[in-house]
């Protein structure tokens, strides 16, 4: 055999070796590569957490928190709010009365309604009087008159939540609510299975006056 044969061929085989040598050291690299997608889930994971506070956020309206006094109108009535008179809880269009109240948590939706001299702004003034449950007897309907507030008495633990038919307040004691009528004005009914028939705009106006 002469040299040149044997260099040629001496070359095909190191050739040949090289080409095997990058064969092998291309599969660690792709099996190197394959641990990346484990680690997407992990950001997936975080994100899903996140909007499960903002649910709880918007728990109690602003003029249910015992920190706003607000003036009561009936959201079918005709220029006229609530006023709890010496005669008892009713309509007004004039300043009569005590027309700005401050309805204050007690357990869950109930709340006393402390009631306060004075109309369409300014500070509530003199010491509340609060929203308490009057029974007349001889069969009439119950009414709200004005008593000196106690958180303990139950015919003073109103329970308040929102209607659901428009953007007011449904007002009752224990299971009375309070609705309007034409003959006897506000009165105090159970209804039943029936639907309640008035609800309640609060608008607020203002902070509640110092030591509430």
Known sequence: MSMRRWFAGAGLVVLAVSTGACGETTSPDDVSASPTPTGTPVTS???????????????????????????????????SGLSLTDDGLAEVDDDSGRQLFVPTPLDGPEYLIRSYRGAGGGPGTGEPVCWQVLNPGNGQSLVVEGAACKEGESRQQFTITAATADEGFLISNNSAYLRFSRDSGLILEELGDAAPTSSFRFNDNGPAPAGN
């Open 45 to 79: 994971a975080t994100t899903s957490a996140t909007p499960t506070p903002t649910g709880s956020a918007a728990a109690t309206p602003a003029v249910l928190s015992g920190t706003r006094q607000v003036t009561i109108t009936r959201v079918d009535g005709f220029e």
